[in-house]
């Protein structure tokens, strides 16, 4: 496999509207097949955390038993179509975006500015609701489930890692891990299963670094320790689909890299599947797939650019954004 | 569960929340310590009204009375037999006390009651309220040797001593007589002295001195004999000055009393009479009106008396219901078993009734009045939520975007709206309570600090504020109050709820 860095991303450069970019075949990472962690993995001396660690710790997420078939996508979104009112004046953000999303898969959403991305984010994440389209999880519909469906999905099959981090100001460092956990149980149930939970959220913490500041409010932490407690939050629960809306927004390249990297393992670690949302190229090529947002639309992607595919730039795959 | 770790944190970053239910506490405390006093006076004043009242009054409606009490007492027992206890004959009549005090003649209008002393006691807690400690074991209108309280026996806190009612009985009677016989001497006049008994001065022309049925004996001497035992009203006999008592005529000095007879019209009648006890059941209404009399005696005196078969007439039974039985009931059954153009049967509540209503419709009032009080704190709690939602918007929608479901949120408010609650109501309690106990300190120190008596013992005849604290009432208040907080949080939990998480979480 290719490193990820070497990759050349001009798609939705900030200079055009349209995506173009010139993408090896072999630059696209498959489904099914993890990427290994780049040599430039690296973390504060402090803190430092690598791959080995991580595979070495006890940490050890269930395998999520998926009824899907092999190649079918785990998540499938078809002609997403969302706008916004204001002041009566209706502003459509999505209009028609088709995405599929394989198990296990790290893709990164780009796209300018207003393009929409967070909002697709948001309606996957089940925040929103679309105002046309599907979403398909699992061949099962999700987007017009009842309330506290919705609200199930976003605290178990979901995790969720924003750009300002979000975490509640009057909580600790571990309680902020353990919020997801006890918004999904009862006091009852919690309190049973509560050494079980805090030793998960714990580890987790450990893993990201934070194990010395697990009784920490969050403005004593730095802007990296932050975000990297809120995706030991967005875990805790075991998602199957982790959901990141710039994730590195907020943060200098190298603390930004150093969280990526986090994702990439934790990826493979827990078996997950990562959705991010960001406008910074760099970032984006060190994850497998990428796909463009544009005015609205699924503009592009790096594997439908290659050559014999952009012959055929009205084929199913091209239109569906599905990397094959 | 996060629920209530999220509102335990809010209630212990947030002081200003903590800042808006201080009128919560202010509200709870005042009523606590209002309704306690005010309960504390109710209480005090219905055992002082019973004590003279009996559960159940049954009067003739005219100031004759009806003859031979004994048969009426009969019939009564016949209708409702099984829920008396006791009952006495009492013969009450309006009248006028005179009494020399130094050189002058001190005279008031009173209501002389004609008592059996045998029974009086059975029926209320008449004798209780009576100085000498004999007198209040058995009741005796004989002039006692001495050994009157000087220490006010029904004062639970301290009070100043009376000194004067050492000196009261037989030896001040003595003492006076001595006094006056040697002034006799000494001026060669009748001067008429304290504790002089009035008929035995000649100078003296008493218009009334004719009818006298209880003529003086031929050798009476005030030294070793009395006249007809009377116990006065302890109001009519002292004054009091900040706390004190000063005595215008003590047990053992003679008084007169004028009454009218029976007969239409009524001739005047006018007797002397020994002091030899002082009611005082601190109700200054009864206490500067009330003289008891044996009731034998009255009837004499005023010719109740039937010569034909020597039996009395009475103008009212007191009545003593059995604990448990229904005053109410058994008035209504009497009520309807006596013809009403003679007989009026009252309870003692209805007697008091415009007394004890105006004293339970103050309470009420104070009640509303403070109660809007603690409404206006659930406004200002209000107000105060919904700023702590529009502060907590973005936390909102983390919360939303963590799963967690819209009623979740809420009860996040409501939860901690009603741990607002809890804290002021319960500081309220507290602070109520405290007040509540050490009411009289604090009116001591306001007293001293505003120079004013904040509790004047001179017009209640009270030495302390008296509280009764009303677990029922405290309840209620406490209730009222975590409702009212609880209510305030429902429109701010109910705007949280409804947050879209995507625009909470743009919320900047």
Known sequence: MNKPETATHQCCSAFKTDCDASQSAENAFLPGHPAIAPPHFQLGEQHRVTAEAISHSKLRAVPEETSIKSGEPLLSVRGLVKSYRKASVEIPVLKGV?????????????????????????????????????????????????????????????????QFYHLLPELTTLENVLMPVMIGRSLWQYWRERTEHRRRAMELLELMGLGHRLKHRPHELSGGELQRAAIARALVNRPQILLADEPTGNLDPATGQEILNLLRTLRQQEHLTIVMVTHDHSIAALADRIVCLAAGRIRSEEASLLPDRAAAPASRQMATGVVR | MYRWLLCWRYLKTRYIALASIISVTLGVATMIVVNSVMLGFTHEMQNRLHGILSDLIFQSRSL??????????????????????????TVVVPGMLNYQVGETWMTRPVQVIGVDERTQARVSDFSKYLQHPENRRQLSFELREGGYDVIDHQADGPSLPRDEMSLAGWEHRRRA???????????GTSEAQPGQSLSEAPAFTNPFERSEINEPLVQFDPEKSQYTGAILGIGLASFRREGQDHFLLLPGDDVKLT?????????????????????????????????????????????????????????????KLKPGADMNEVRDRLRAAFAPQYYAIETWRDSQGPLLAAVNMETAILNVLLFLIICVAGFGILAIFFMIVVEKTRDVGILKALGASGSGVMSIFLG??????????????????????????????????????????????FY???????????????????LIAVLASVLPALRAARLHPVEALRYE
């Open chain 2, 177 to 187: 007589a001595r006094l006056r016989k040697m002034l006799e001497q000494l001026n």
């Open chain 2, 64 to 89: 004759e009375g009806f003859p031979d009490a004994d048969w009426h007492m009969e019939q009564i027992r016949r209708v409702a037999g099984e829920s008396i206890e006791a009952m006495t004959p």
């Open chain 1, 98 to 162: 088709d995405l599929d999303v394989q198990s296990g898969e790290f893709l990164a959403i780009v796209g300018q500015s207003g393009s929409g991305k967070s909002t697709l984010l948001h309606l996957i994440g089940q925040l929103d609701q679309p105002d046309d389209g599907t979403i398909v999880l699992k061949n099962e519909r999700i987007d017009n489930l009842p309330t506290h469906l919705r609200d199930r999905l976003r605290n178990r099959t979901f995790g969720m890692v924003f």
């Open chain 2, 259 to 319: 009454l009218p007879t029976v007969g239409t019209p009524p001739r005047i009648v006018s007797d002397n009479f020994t002091v030899v006890d002082f009611y005082e059941s601190k109700m200054s209404e009864y206490d500067s009106n009330f003289v008891f009399v044996p009731i034998r005696v009255l009837q004499q005196l005023r010719g109740m008396i039937d010569p034909s078969t020597g039996k009395g007439y009475v103008n009212a039974i007191s009545i």
């Open chain 2, 416 to 461: 901690y709206g009603l741990l607002l609650g809890i804290v002021g109501a319960g500081m309220g309690l507290v602070l109520g309570l405290l007040f509540v106990k050490h009411i009289n300190e604090i009116a001591d120190l306001l007293g001293r600090i505003t120079g004013h008596r904040v509790f004047d013992p001179d017009i209640y005849y």
């Open chain 2, 464 to 482: 302390k504020i008296p509280t009764i604290i009303d677990p029922l009432t405290v309840g209620w208040i406490m209730f009222g109050a975590l």
